[in-house]
């Protein structure tokens, strides 16, 4: 058995419900176990700015899925739920939803379809702060740093908010 971490994030339509229905889904799986879900948090738009915010969560699995498969797993997920892949769609651009896998046990792997840790994971406050909830003291395997050393020193913060406490305005 493995441990996974999941980041998904919805920034268009019921963003709650898609996240709701990734997590189900993803549960429904033979060989996952969704383990802890983080709160969910709305968050500023990374890269792309000029569109909705986004809400995000994290999810701790349990999985016999080698991360290709997982992410195959993944990727289905979003074409059930209707996710737009086309290139007419900005990087970082508004998306029903999206399953990034963070980290994957203590592996490194970066090949033509996957990267573990995902990239830039650790400068990306809407990935650390729902990671912070679950597991502040889980050790980065490339930066050998805990996700909240990581948070810390972040030097470009978006915002985070935990769901229904951003202010009026932003």
């Not at 709701?20 to 709160?39: T, W, Y």
């Not at 969560?57 to 498969?69: F, Q």
């Not at 090949?111 to 050790?139: C, G, Q, W, Y």
């Amino acid at each position: 058995m493995s441990i996974a971490y999941l980041c998904l994030g919805s920034n268009l339509g019921d963003k709650i419900g898609y996240i709701q229905q990734s997590h189900i889904l993803l549960n429904d799986i033979e060989g996952i176990k969704v383990l802890k879900a983080s709160s969910f948090y709305e968050t500023e738009p990374y890269g792309f700015k000029n569109q909705e915010w986004f809400v995000n969560a994290v999810l701790e699995i349990e999985t016999i899925l080698n991360p290709n498969e997982l992410l195959n797993k993944c990727i289905n997920i979003e074409n059930k739920l209707g996710r737009n892949r086309s290139d007419d769609f900005p990087r970082w651009g508004p998306r029903c939803i999206d399953i990034d896998i963070l980290l994957y046990d203590n592996q490194v792997i970066s090949d033509k379809n996957l990267t573990i840790p995902h990239p830039l994971f650790e400068k990306r406050s809407f990935a650390l702060v729902p990671m912070l909830e679950i597991n502040p003291d889980l050790i980065h395997p490339v930066l050998n740093k805990s996700i909240e050393q990581i948070h810390c020193d972040l030097e470009e913060v978006e915002s985070v908010y935990l769901y229904g406490t951003r202010p009026k305005g932003f």
